[in-house]
């Protein structure tokens, strides 16, 4: 690991330490500074730059990243939607085309879009998982308790407990892609998704004798939100965010994304200038007022928005924002 990778990391464990448990724990915390897993989590494809400063130029770990959902609810994913947000002249189309919401080619098309994102930041970042080797389905999960029931456009549960495994062929990381249900995920699915990683693909990613430093996951806030920032009370995120605060799994820190005003509020980092650009690069067209997205994000996940997404330089004025803050608990 880099003398600078060590610095940031030391850096990030400092003041966590120095806001949440005091000068005692520094000896525990800088036990985590060589983990061998760091788990992020997230509900749905295209919210992992909402952690991206805590994920970026990390040599020093094997990033497990969850996507809990597979974003089957969009509107984006029925004729006029798609319609409104696929810009075929400056913007990569979904693969496949999505037929309906809820269909098996609108979550096919989200979840490519999730990884060709991470195989474009791997050419930005050398430590981001991104030369995937053709994924594997993991035979069903157990689920004792019955927790897993996606729910589309009626009652009926649906979905599977088997789940989708992209294996970086670098030995940098994988992507988890879990099928709990887009717009109906429980804070009990997101507690048997994460048990689940931690108890079975952790050992088989890393080995028996892995250790997980900790577990990140994507930004909300609750309804009304915190001033000065981009309200997003999304139930799903919602469900992460209060899984992690309320449960311990005992696979070291816990945080999560939230706005600078969140009194629970602990660390900031910010995403790098080079990170950002590789994200949310777009370029003008000559002769044109239209401009053609060119960045991981802006690129593979174009077809989800009206234009492109934004993203804020400073402040948290926009959904994606470079400047980052979590809270952390469980040290």
Not at 13 to 32: D, H, K, P
Not at 64 to 78: A, D, H, N, P, S
Not at 84 to 100: C, K, N
Not at 250 to 258: D, L, R
């Amino acid at each position: 690991m880099s003398g600078q990778r060590v610095v940031k990391w030391l850096v990030a464990v400092a003041s966590i330490v120095a806001v949440t448990v005091g000068l005692g724990a520094i000896a525990q915390a800088r036990n985590a500074i060589e983990p061998s897993a760091v788990i992020y989590v997230g509900p749905h494809p295209d919210d992992e730059f909402q952690y991206w400063s805590l994920f970026e130029d990390r040599a020093d770990v094997y990033s497990v990243v969850v996507l809990l959902t597979r974003g089957e609810q969009t509107g984006f994913c029925v004729p006029e939607g798609l319609e409104a947000g696929w810009q075929a002249d400056l913007e990569p189309a979904p693969e496949p085309l999505p037929e309906a919401q809820f269909s098996e080619s609108c979550a096919e098309a989200r979840v490519n879009s999730f990884v060709n994102y991470f195989v474009d930041m791997a050419q930005e970042d050398e430590t981001v998982p991104g030369r995937f080797a053709a994924p594997t389905t993991s035979a069903p999960m157990p689920d004792p308790e019955g927790v897993v029931c996606r729910l589309d456009d009626n009652d009926d549960c649906a979905g599977t407990t088997a789940v989708d495994v992209y294996r970086d062929l670098n030995d940098r990381g994988a992507l988890l892609v879990f099928d709990l249900g887009d717009g109906d995920l429980s804070e009990a699915e997101v507690e048997w998704a994460l048990r689940a990683t931690i108890d079975t693909f952790v050992p088989e990613l890393v080995g028996d004798d892995g250790r997980i430093a900790g577990i990140v996951g994507s930004y909300s806030t609750p309804e009304g939100g915190y001033t000065g920032c981009f309200a997003y009370p999304h139930p799903d995120h919602i469900a992460i965010d209060s899984t992690l605060w309320a449960t311990d799994f005992g696979a070291g820190f816990q945080a999560s994304a939230t706005c600078a005003t969140d009194p629970r509020r602990q660390l900031f980092d910010r995403v790098s200038d080079a990170a950002t650009d590789a994200a949310f690069a777009v370029e003008p067209i000559e002769g044109s007022a239209d401009v053609r997205r060119t960045g991981a994000h802006t690129a593979h996940y174009g077809w989800l928005h009206g234009t492109y997404y934004p993203v804020a330089r400073h402040g948290e004025s926009e959904l994606f924002h470079q400047d980052q803050t979590f809270w952390v608990r469980y040290w």
